[in-house]
């Protein structure tokens, strides 16, 4: 009997080629079962009601702050802002003084994040060797300081005694370590894999430059979240400027708003306009100008945030 089937085909390197003649297998596709298809929309509907929950006081805040006076008072504004009105914004942003404690936020934010990160980097990769002799003191400490601390006076005294006062250093300094941030970053160190670091070490690397060249550079997750964490921390700030800072001009823009919204009056006989407006929402208007910043930081950063502190909570 004669063999009628198609030969197969070969290009002119000898090589066989697929036959389009014959018919393709059918893809098959799973498909959810009813109890999953259920969990997925039970899931996405609780989602979607936690982000309106949590979206829904930003929303009501940015809305006060350019709503009419009588429209705060009458409790109509929601999400949308009732009689738009920019008065009481104007008024701050129209304050030298306001820019000028607003660039010393921004000083006091990046000097003291770069500040904190050195610290907390170096002495977490340091925790994070077993072999250190003391090691386990050095965490004592840092872990005793977490629930006790010197006290308002003793602080205020040795900050004034180093001449820190109505410096950039009486914000910095005191608050150049998070212990929290230390205990996560040793964690990440920790599991950092050992056999990176003595491949370095073989190929003639001190252990500055595997810390620099090795370690750092494959630590971005955590690096980014740490940078988030103490750069929050730095910018909302204002009670150790409040305490130790005399002149205006060194204020950060809290602490700046802050004495805007205690002198800022309520409606009475004999106020202008001007002045009960500024009084029904001042606040909504100065906690916009201080969260703005961040909250438009926060989504360049937001997926180093979610891997960074999950590399430095769970074990490899």
Known sequence: MVNTAPAPTTDVVGAE???????????????????????RWVNTTILVLVAAVTLYPFLNLAARAFSSEAAIRSGDVTVWPIGFNTTTLMSVLEQDLFWRNYLNTVVYTVVGTAIAMALTTTFA?????????????????AV???FFTGGLI?????????GFKNTIWAVVVPQAINVFNLLVMKSFFENFP??????????????????????????????????LFYAVWFWNSWFPAFLYMDDPEMYPVTVFLR???????????????????????????TMLLTALPIVCLYPFVQKYFVSGVMLGSVKG
Do not use: C, H
């Open 17 to 39: 080629t697929p036959d389009l003649s014959r018919p393709r297998p059918e893809t098959t596709t799973v498909k959810d079962t009813p109890g999953y298809t259920v969990f």
């Open 125 to 141: 990769y340091v925790l994070s060797k077993k072999y250190l002799k003391g090691r386990m003191i050095l965490i004592g400490f």
């Open 144 to 146: 005793f300081t977490m």
């Open 154 to 162: 003793p602080n205020y005294i040795l900050v004034s005694q180093l």
């Open 194 to 227: 050992e056999e990176l670091e003595e491949a370095a070490a073989i190929d003639g690397l001190t252990t500055y430059g595997i810390f620099f060249r090795v370690v750092l550079p494959l630590s971005k997750a955590v690096l980014a979240t740490m940078v």
């Open 259 to 285: 004495n805007i919204i205690a002198g800022a009056t309520g409606t009475g006989e004999g106020l202008s306009d001007v002045a009960v407006q500024i009084g029904a929402n001042v606040k909504a208007v």
